[in-house]
């Protein structure tokens, strides 16, 4: 099985890049493309890391040939988040020959991520993972033009915290300064929950589709695995402290591990230590700072990557607690330059 996600990043790489490149090492299977003009002086790239050297008006540039018929609008690297739905086609040359394409965050660190997908032996699933974080697409007609079937849920309200707002068409949301969180809530999401069944996301019913494999049409059932085994931690200007959107109840002193290729999140329930071990974590535009040398084992704190070490309860007490006063500290900051801005 042949696996392939992209990401276009560009800046400076975050402070933990070397930690998420180890980590990108343990998952041989996935090729992870990363298009940017950064350089990777002192860096060490594992094989299946693949960097392409783009600048961002190189990727303007090869989004606007694609798009000929519409005046695509992307003024900032953010809106790309938009574009991940038409990476199949902008980038179709480097998804060649895999059995799945896909996009991803630079935000995270990865753990053993197959580990937790079904068995798809034979390409049965239609798409891997339900967020923009992380997704995998099976590279077959219609689903490496996925953004086209969005028009289809046109109209049809968003998902989650975009209420009151509706899935636009693809040639609106491209030509549109405007985010339209198309990779998520805004344009995915929409479309594969009007193709499930309702027996779940993962082994139910499914609706009809008609996909081109080998150029030969085979008409099948839309079967999506969206199970969520990663973390997904709000940014921190919400909580200095990890809190899980999927899962706040096991988010008391959320501390993380990474060990060889496994990361686990640990946790206190009432006085009790929990470890559990997820795919991967997705820490929303939070900077860390480094101490760790070690990059195979290492300990994740809401603020730092540090040395590896065994936990205890009186560990998660200190270095996964609520720091409250920060938090106010933070939020009052960030409002009155809000209003400065304003």
């Avoid at 930690?19 to 990108?24: Q, Y």
């Avoid at 929303?284 to 990059?295: C, E, G, L, Q, Y």
Wanted: glycine fraction near 6%.
């Amino acid at each position: 099985m042949r696996y392939a996600a992209l990401c276009c990043y560009f800046g400076q790489w975050p402070s933990h890049f070397r930690f998420w490149l180890r980590s990108c090492s343990y998952n041989p299977q996935i090729r992870f493309i990363l298009v940017s003009d950064i350089p990777v002086d002192g860096y060490d790239l594992p094989e299946n890391v693949q960097l392409v050297r783009q600048s961002f008006a190189d990727v303007k540039k090869r989004i606007a040939r694609t798009f000929p018929e519409i005046t695509v609008s992307v003024d900032r690297p953010y809106k790309l988040c938009d574009f991940k739905t038409a990476y199949g086609r902008i980038f179709n040359d480097l998804f060649e020959g895999c059995d799945y394409w896909g996009f991803y965050d630079i935000d995270t660190v990865w753990g053993d991520i197959l580990k937790f997908v079904p068995a798809n032996e034979d390409c049965h699933l239609t798409k891997i993972f339900p967020c923009g974080h992380l997704c995998f697409v099976r590279n077959a007609e219609p689903w490496n033009n996925v953004f086209r079937l969005i028009n289809e849920v046109a109209g049809t309200p968003c998902r989650n915290n975009m209420s009151g707002r509706k899935v636009v068409t693809w040639q609106e949301c491209f030509s549109s300064p405007e985010s339209h969180y198309y990779d998520e809530e805004g344009g995915l999401e929409p479309l594969f929950e009007s193709k499930e069944g309702t027996e779940g996301k993962e082994g139910g019913e499914r609706k009809d589709s008609v996909e081109k494999i080998d150029g030969k049409e085979r008409t099948g059932l839309v079967q999506i695995y969206a199970d969520v085994t990663f973390d997904n931690i709000l940014p921190p200007w919400r909580f200095d402290h990890f809190l899980s959107i999927n899962f706040p109840e096991k988010s008391h002193n959320l501390v993380y591990s990474y060990d060889c290729g496994h990361l686990y999140r640990h946790y206190l329930r009432g006085l009790h230590p929990c470890r559990e071990e997820i795919s991967y974590l997705h820490a929303s535009k939070r900077s860390f700072t480094v101490s760790a040398t070690d990059t195979s084992r290492f300990i994740i704190y809401p603020n730092k990557v540090a040395e590896y070490r065994d936990w205890t309860i009186l560990g998660l007490l200190i270095h996964g607690r609520v720091r409250r006063l920060r938090n106010l500290v933070r939020r009052i900051g960030r409002r009155i330059r809000i209003i400065k801005d304003f």
